[in-house]
């Protein structure tokens, strides 16, 4: 297969695990990396992930990529969950809403987390990301939003909140990321949980809607 000429070809052999991986950085690796690098998720950074999607847990790994201390995965479904864990996740909150947010704040002794990664979209989840950062902490968001209107106001500003965030230019991180998907160091591919033909797309969005599968890889 051959990627963007800033990274060159790229020959992943008979190896599937490989290919699935470079796959991975033409989108969906590059979005929750995007998200983790836009909230400036480094060393001893705590990180609240929302999500687990293949976005969400791709920013799990993005964030333990960079460093990131201490990683709380927000998600509700235990095998997506469990993998989150795999790739670097500390600990889950299956709670949502209020109660999510609360569970959070238990986790940080009451602080919430430096970086909050929303890789969902809608607006719950954002006012879930404000109520779990900390003060001074950012908000980073890639989910597309399924709302018009969000909690943005005067507590953000009181807070000294940031929100950031938005859509990825996958092209511009695939020459820091693929020589990691190279040599192993971090493993995308493992979000594919399902393989369909051509013909068997519209079966595997279908999948993916109704949660029967994180992510499909269409082999021709």
Same mark, same amino acid.
């Given at each position: 297969m051959f990627l963007p000429a800033?990274?060159?070809?790229?020959?992943? @052999?008979?190896?599937?695990?490989l290919l699935s991986s470079v796959l991975t950085l033409s989108d969906v690796f590059c979005? *929750?990396?995007?998200c983790a690098v836009k909230a400036g998720v480094g060393p001893r950074t705590s990180v609240t992930v929302i999500g687990d *999607?293949? &976005?969400?847990?791709s920013a799990v790994l993005a964030a333990k990529r960079l460093g990131a201390e201490r990683i709380i995965l927000m998600g509700r479904h235990a095998q997506r969950t469990h993998l989150g864990r795999e790739l670097?996740?500390?600990? !889950?909150?299956?709670?949502?809403?209020?109660?999510? &947010?609360?569970?959070a704040r238990e986790l940080t002794g009451g602080d919430g987390t430096h970086a909050v990664l929303e890789c969902v979209g809608t607006r719950q989840a954002l006012e879930t990301a404000f109520? !779990? &950062?900390?003060? +001074?902490? &950012?908000?980073s968001r890639v989910g597309v939003p399924h709302y018009t209107e969000g909690p943005v106001g005067f507590?953000?500003?009181?807070?000294?909140?940031?929100?950031? +965030?938005?859509?990825?230019?996958?092209?511009?991180?695939?020459?820091?990321l693929l020589p990691? !998907?190279? !040599? @192993?160091?971090?493993?995308?591919?493992?979000?594919f949980d399902r393989t369909v033909g051509l013909d068997e797309v519209p079966d595997g969005y279908r999948a993916m809607a109704a949660r029967e599968a994180l992510k499909v890889l269409v082999r021709p």
């Amino acid at each position: 297969m051959f990627l963007p000429a800033v990274a060159g070809p790229v020959d992943p @052999g008979t190896d599937p695990a490989l290919l699935s991986s470079v796959l991975t950085l033409s989108d969906v690796f590059c979005t *929750g990396h995007h998200c983790a690098v836009k909230a400036g998720v480094g060393p001893r950074t705590s990180v609240t992930v929302i999500g687990d *999607g293949a &976005v969400g847990l791709s920013a799990v790994l993005a964030a333990k990529r960079l460093g990131a201390e201490r990683i709380i995965l927000m998600g509700r479904h235990a095998q997506r969950t469990h993998l989150g864990r795999e790739l670097g996740a500390t600990e !889950v909150i299956a709670e949502r809403g209020d109660e999510g &947010v609360e569970r959070a704040r238990e986790l940080t002794g009451g602080d919430g987390t430096h970086a909050v990664l929303e890789c969902v979209g809608t607006r719950q989840a954002l006012e879930t990301a404000f109520g !779990v &950062v900390r003060d +001074g902490g &950012v908000v980073s968001r890639v989910g597309v939003p399924h709302y018009t209107e969000g909690p943005v106001g005067f507590d953000m500003v009181m807070r000294n909140l940031t929100l950031t +965030g938005g859509t990825a230019p996958a092209r511009a991180y695939i020459e820091e990321l693929l020589p990691d !998907v190279l !040599v @192993g160091t971090i493993q995308p591919g493992q979000l594919f949980d399902r393989t369909v033909g051509l013909d068997e797309v519209p079966d595997g969005y279908r999948a993916m809607a109704a949660r029967e599968a994180l992510k499909v890889l269409v082999r021709p």
